[in-house]
């Protein structure tokens, strides 16, 4: 959550557009009309560690396992910052995740072509035909004719029965997964205020104990 002033007598937090003057806590509300509060205000509780939880309801006093601070969003100001600023680090976050795992995924994938190129040269495969199916393990390779010939004369060379059908699960399992929209692309942060994204008809409900256990819609 951003940082703001706070107000020297009543401790209110503070920032561009707030009213100067002090009369007690919650007294200084925005000058600026887009920030007039047309909702009941949202309660987040910021955690030590930089990470929010978000409660069912607004009770300060059920502080959450681990503490933390509570943090109203009472303006679509302060709703629309909170959201771009969870994005900005969850999208960092991801970014670090996802770069971690690509990097993982090509060592592993360039051990496992050194380990088959070995393979398939023990075996007497010729050059053409082993760089032609570490292309296609690649996503690099032809068409699916030509991969199902490619896996047949690797299986006339080692001297196994050509199983086409295997041969074809195969092809279609690899084509599954370049189509995969999140297989190279970049994975986006999509936090989001659900009040502000759904209305009555489409938002999900919470329940707890001050509601019997029965969901309610905020």
């Not at 629309?80 to 670090?96: A, G, L, W």
């Not at 072509?113 to 690099?140: F, H, M, P, T, Y």
């Not at 991969?147 to 195969?170: K, N, S």
Request: aromatic content about 8%; proline content about 6%.
């Amino acid at each position: 959550m951003r940082d703001f002033y706070h107000c020297q007598q009543c401790g209110d937090p503070l920032e561009i557009g707030s009213w100067p003057a002090c009369r007690g806590p919650g007294s200084h509300g925005s000058i600026f009309r887009q920030d007039a509060l047309h909702f009941q205000p949202i309660l987040v509780w910021e955690q030590a560690d930089g990470s929010h939880y978000y409660p069912g309801n607004n009770d300060v006093t059920q502080v959450p396992p681990g503490g933390g601070k509570p943090v109203f969003i009472d303006t679509l100001r302060k709703a629309d910052t909170f959201v771009r600023e969870t994005n900005q680090r969850e999208q960092y976050d991801m970014d670090v995740r996802t770069e971690a795992k690509r990097n993982h995924a090509d060592r592993a994938q360039r051990e496992s072509r050194a380990q088959l190129k070995a393979e398939l040269e023990k075996r007497g495969i010729s050059r053409v035909n082993v760089d032609a199916i570490c292309a296609d393990r690649d996503g690099r390779g032809p068409g699916r004719a030509e991969i199902l010939h490619q896996f047949e004369e690797v299986a006339r060379a080692t001297g196994q029965p050509f199983d086409r059908e295997r041969a074809e699960r195969q092809f279609e399992q690899t084509e599954r997964t370049r189509r995969n929209p999140d297989y190279r692309s970049r994975p986006q942060a999509r936090f989001s205020i659900e009040v502000f994204e759904n209305d009555s008809s489409n938002r999900l409900g919470h329940r707890d104990e001050s509601t019997g256990w029965k969901y309610r819609k905020a």
